[in-house]
């Protein structure tokens, strides 16, 4: 095999769920939508996003995959093993993921919710007596608590993530302007370059409109894929900036509007 057709190898080649495991189907985590309909999702080797209404399991379904990739369910690099609290479902002993050949030169699992967390812990890491350079100038040299939220995630992005990685993202356009998020699009191209493999879990139609990917939308039912233009996200988002005043007539009920 050649060193090129290997590196266009994704590092995660699927999950499945291992239904014959599963103890009770009544109980969270299987419960969820996603559990209840998983069987095997396929992950294109640069970026696959989840997406799906609030409540579906995207954000439980990462983190599970997070937890058995042995990165902190909170969030950071494999070496972080903070946690603030122990609220990681028990998904993850039910899920096999089959990696490749390919080696991971790095990781991370992104998660907007705990991203507060993720920058105390560097704090208080770097605060210690250390044998090392500081963690924060792999973040970029500025506290990210000294950043704006928005700041501080490009600062992660443009910084910390160095390439030849598998990166698990939740939400990453939760304090981004719809300018960054579209420079977060350009970093992600730059990363997927650099041989990187990201899954990312989003609601925002500028994101998830990153070509050469593949969408799993999450269904109360099902699990499937689709293209971007046929999203919701896309459909809903152009007929409302085609004619923002119609929609917002027939939404509140107004004709003054
Ligand atoms: N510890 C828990 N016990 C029971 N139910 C839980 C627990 N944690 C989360 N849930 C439920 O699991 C469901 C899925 O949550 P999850 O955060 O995975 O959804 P999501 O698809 O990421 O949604 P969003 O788009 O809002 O981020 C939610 O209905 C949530 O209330
Ligand atoms: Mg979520």
Same mark, same amino acid.
Request: no cysteine; net charge neutral; glycine share 6%.
């Given at each position: 095999?050649?060193?090129?057709?290997?590196?266009? #190898?994704?590092?995660?080649?699927? %999950?499945?769920?291992?239904?014959?495991?599963?103890?009770?189907?009544?109980?969270?985590p299987?419960?969820l939508?996603v559990?209840?309909?998983?069987?095997?999702?396929?992950?294109?080797?640069?970026?696959?996003?989840f997406?799906g209404?609030n409540g579906t399991g995207k954000s439980t379904l990462l983190e599970a995959m997070a %937890?058995?990739?042995?990165?902190?369910p909170?969030g950071?690099?494999?070496? +972080?093993? &903070?946690?603030?609290?122990?609220s990681h479902s028990?998904l993850? @002993?039910?899920?096999?993921?089959?990696?490749?050949?390919?080696?991971?030169?790095? *990781? &991370?699992f992104?998660r907007a919710e705990s991203?507060?967390?993720?920058?105390?812990?560097?704090?208080?890491?770097?605060?210690?007596?250390?044998? *090392?350079?500081?963690?924060?100038? $792999?973040? *970029?040299?500025?506290?990210?608590?000294?950043?704006?939220?928005?700041?501080?995630?490009?600062?992660?992005?443009?910084?910390?993530?160095?390439?030849?990685?598998?990166?698990l993202v939740d939400e990453?356009?939760?304090?981004?302007?719809?300018?960054? #998020?579209?420079?977060?699009?350009?970093?992600?191209?730059?990363?997927?370059?650099?041989?990187? #493999?990201?899954?990312?879990a989003t609601?925002?139609?500028?994101?998830?409109?990153?070509?050469? $990917?593949?969408?799993?939308?999450l269904?109360?039912?099902?699990?499937?894929?689709?293209?971007?233009?046929?999203?919701?996200? +896309?459909?809903?988002?152009? $007929?409302?900036?085609?004619?923002?005043? @119609?929609?917002?007539?027939?939404?509140?009920?107004?004709?003054?509007?």
């Amino acid at each position: 095999m050649s060193m090129h057709s290997l590196r266009d #190898q994704p590092f995660l080649v699927e %999950v499945r769920l291992l239904r014959d495991k599963v103890p009770s189907w009544d109980q969270y985590p299987i419960d969820l939508p996603v559990t209840r309909s998983l069987e095997t999702i396929a992950f294109h080797p640069r970026v696959t996003f989840f997406i799906g209404e609030n409540g579906t399991g995207k954000s439980t379904l990462l983190e599970a995959m997070a %937890v058995g990739l042995r990165f902190n369910p909170e969030g950071g690099s494999r070496n +972080f093993r &903070f946690s603030t609290r122990a609220s990681h479902s028990q998904l993850d @002993r039910f899920l096999r993921l089959s990696r490749s050949a390919r080696r991971m030169r790095d *990781g &991370f699992f992104f998660r907007a919710e705990s991203y507060y967390n993720l920058a105390t812990e560097i704090e208080k890491l770097d605060a210690e007596e250390a044998a *090392g350079p500081p963690i924060i100038g $792999a973040y *970029g040299g500025r506290s990210l608590h000294e950043q704006s939220h928005g700041q501080s995630f490009l600062a992660l992005f443009s910084h910390r993530l160095r390439g030849d990685g598998l990166y698990l993202v939740d939400e990453p356009e939760a304090a981004l302007s719809p300018n960054r #998020q579209l420079a977060l699009l350009s970093i992600i191209h730059d990363l997927v370059g650099k041989g990187s #493999q990201f899954i990312i879990a989003t609601h925002s139609p500028l994101i998830m409109a990153y070509p050469n $990917a593949w969408i799993y939308l999450l269904l109360d039912d099902k699990i499937e894929r689709v293209e971007y233009t046929d999203t919701e996200h +896309f459909a809903l988002t152009r $007929a409302f900036l085609n004619d923002h005043r @119609r929609m917002l007539r027939r939404l509140l009920d107004d004709e003054a509007l």
